[in-house]
T-cell receptor
Framework: DAKTTQPPSMDCAEGRAANLPCNHSTISGNEYVYWYRQIHSQGPQYIIHGLKNNETNEMASLIITEDRKSSTLILPHATLRDTAVYYCIVRARTDSSYKLIFGSGTRLLVRP | NAGVTQTPKFQVLKTGQSMTLQCAQDMNHEYMSWYRQDPGMGLRLIHYSVGAGITDQGEVPNGYNVSRSTTEDFPLRLLSAAPSQTSVYFC???????????FGSGTRLTVV
């Protein structure tokens, strides 16, 4: 699985968009980009995933660059409850090992 | 409620004791895995299973055993607990396509 690089911490104001970057310059053609978050000490929560097209769901949007070497998770209107550690993970959907390897993530602080 | 259930939520062990952390899911997920998370760190994969009767090692398997006799259950055994195994343990499951892992709420283990 390709490795990812994320900033260790970020902050944004409540109500504003939070844009979390992720670099995955060695991503392979069959590897998807997944985002999870972990609020305080709870179990990680799935947010969104994508291959090469931009994706949007009720939680967030995922923007993947055309060369797929980086992506950005966007929380359009951040709330205090979005304060969490956000993990960017790349892995192949056809990977028979189905391993999900977490990096150190980005700690997002949403300020009142 | 559908999901991943971990028991116990908290446990204190003495060095050298053995115990089993339980994990059960009722979503008919083929894939299950165990992670540990040390304070201030990301999650590290211990063992995983892609189906009943099939298990494999993750990043940090030493000191832990697993078995998968049914689709629903994936217990993690500590044969001889050590202080270095003090951590929060998370169990996760997903369908075989790797989409949308669901995590349990964790077991906080302290070894004294």
């Amino acid at each position: 699985d390709a490795k990812t690089t994320q900033p260790p911490s970020m902050d944004c104001a409540e109500g504003r968009a939070a844009n979390l970057p992720c670099n995955h310059s060695t991503i392979s053609g069959n590897e998807y980009v997944y985002w999870y978050r972990q609020i305080h000490s709870q179990g990680p929560q799935y947010i969104i995933h994508g291959l090469k097209n931009n994706e949007t769901n009720e939680m967030a949007s995922l923007i993947i660059t055309e060369d797929r070497k980086s992506s950005t998770l966007i929380l359009p209107h951040a709330t205090l409850r979005d304060t969490a550690v956000y993990y960017c993970i790349v892995r192949a959907r056809t990977d028979s090992s189905y391993k999900l390897i977490f990096g150190s993530g980005t700690r997002l602080l949403v300020r009142p | 409620n559908a999901g991943v259930t971990q028991t116990p939520k908290f446990q204190v062990l003495k060095t050298g004791q053995s115990m089993t952390l339980q994990c059960a899911q009722d979503m008919n997920h083929e894939y299950m895995s165990w992670y540990r998370q040390d304070p201030g760190m990301g999650l590290r994969l211990i063992h995983y299973s892609v189906g009943a009767g099939i298990t494999d090692q993750g990043e940090v398997p030493n000191g832990y055993n697993v078995s998968r006799s049914t689709t629903e259950d994936f217990p993690l055994r500590l044969l001889s607990a050590a202080p270095s195994q003090t951590s929060v343990y998370f169990c996760a499951s997903s369908y075989s396509n790797g989409y949308g892992y669901t995590f349990g709420s964790g077991t906080r283990l302290t070894v004294v």
